[in-house]
Nanobody, 127 residues
């Protein structure tokens, strides 16, 4: 099971950008579909973005489509989430999640699809 660690969170102003990362210390991360989820204060964890093991196929929540971009560098065992034009409603703890899926390059976007989770990185967007 991959061990996932998020990094890069912080406090920014609305309209700014931030790039957060998810790095795996385990082997075969290139065989994992990866998703980003977030939990805003007082709300349930929600889907943000996802990609298959190659990074070719991606999916985004409607709320971030056109502003966020998910990508991966399998040589570095890292998946990125580039967040542009940040809004105050993007304030949340962001989690990455992994699903071992070497037989399919499809993405997963449901919480229950994933078995490996990171501890989260906090993103605060102020007006």
């Amino acid at each position: 099971q991959a061990q996932l660690v998020e990094s890069g969170g912080g406090s920014v102003q609305a309209g700014d950008f931030l790039n957060i990362s998810c790095t795996s210390s385990g082997p075969s991360f290139s065989n994992y579909a990866v998703g980003w989820f977030r939990r805003a204060p007082g709300k349930e964890r929600e889907f943000v973005a996802a990609t298959g093991w190659s990074g070719v196929r991606t999916k985004y929540a409607d709320s971030v489509k056109g502003r966020f971009a998910i990508s991966r560098d399998n040589a570095k065992n890292t998946v990125y989430l580039q967040m542009n034009s940040l809004k105050t409603k993007d304030t949340a703890v962001y989690y990455c999640a992994g699903r071992y899926s070497p037989w399919s390059d499809d993405y997963c976007s449901t919480l229950s699809d994933f078995r490996a989770w990171g501890q989260g990185t906090k993103v605060t967007v102020s007006s």
